[in-house]
């Protein structure tokens, strides 16, 4: 089956760095990706949607020029936590919508990466 | 606004019983809907999904059952194994050009043994 990877899967950085997250699909080409942040004990929110070779769509309240989002190739789109801050840590996760077959729905998730800001 | 929500944030069944979830959706254009399973610390794991044009759709041990009168569905996880502790969410992708998930908030499901 498909399948997503994510780097780091854990990371931990002092407050005022920024961190690299890399989503990748290993066994086929997604034209889009998802980028998801998850709290403790809560649902997966959508931050924004990452598209190869265009400008990302954020969600309404994730600030573009914090959470940057580049999505150079058809397996890999990379989300930058810039001058991270203790409220940024959570989980973060991508998704990949393969673009092969007429049925375009189905994402599939990675593993997600763990981010603490001290 | 629109969302998915979940009757239940928690759900311990023993093991060998069935197991079912419920969802509401309040988005009357949704079109697709998933169940994901989600153990702690790991990316969300896709367990089985239904189209609007269908009322039941069947997997290994999952069944889901959609009813879009009252905007409800449900996961049915038969004879509930100690692995199939984890977070349960809805999700809903609307009709529309974007296709975005729209996740519910969540069900634990704990096995007792």
């Known amino acids: 089956g498909a399948v997503v990877s994510q780097h780091p899967s854990r990371v931990i950085c002092k407050s005022g760095t920024s961190v690299k997250i890399e989503c990748r699909s290993l066994d086929f080409q997604a034209t889009t990706m998802f980028w998801y942040r998850q709290f403790p004990k809560q649902s997966l929110m959508l931050m924004a949607t990452s598209n190869e070779g265009s400008k990302a769509t954020y969600e309404q309240g994730v600030e573009k020029d914090k959470f940057l989002i580049n999505h150079a190739s058809l397996t890999l789109s990379t989300l930058t936590v810039t001058s991270a801050h203790p409220e940024d840590s959570s989980f973060y996760i991508c998704s990949a919508r393969d673009v092969a077959g007429g049925f375009t729905d189905t994402q599939y998730f990675g593993p997600g990466t763990r981010l603490t800001v001290l | 606004g629109e969302s998915v929500g979940l009757h239940l944030p928690t759900l311990s069944v023993q093991e060998g019983d069935n197991s079912i979830i419920n969802c509401a959706y309040s988005?009357?254009?949704?079109?697709?809907f998933i169940w994901y399973k989600q153990e702690s610390g790991k990316g969300p794991q896709f367990i089985i999904d239904i189209r609007s044009n269908m009322d039941k759709r069947q997997g290994q041990r999952v069944t889901v059952l959609l009813n879009k009168t009252v905007k409800h569905l449900s996961l049915q996880i038969a004879a509930t194994q100690p692995g199939d502790s984890a977070v349960y969410f809805c999700a809903e992708i609307s009709s529309g050009s974007a296709r975005q998930l729209t996740f519910g908030s969540g069900t634990q499901l704990t096995v007792l043994p």
């Open positions: 988005n009357s254009a949704s079109d697709y």
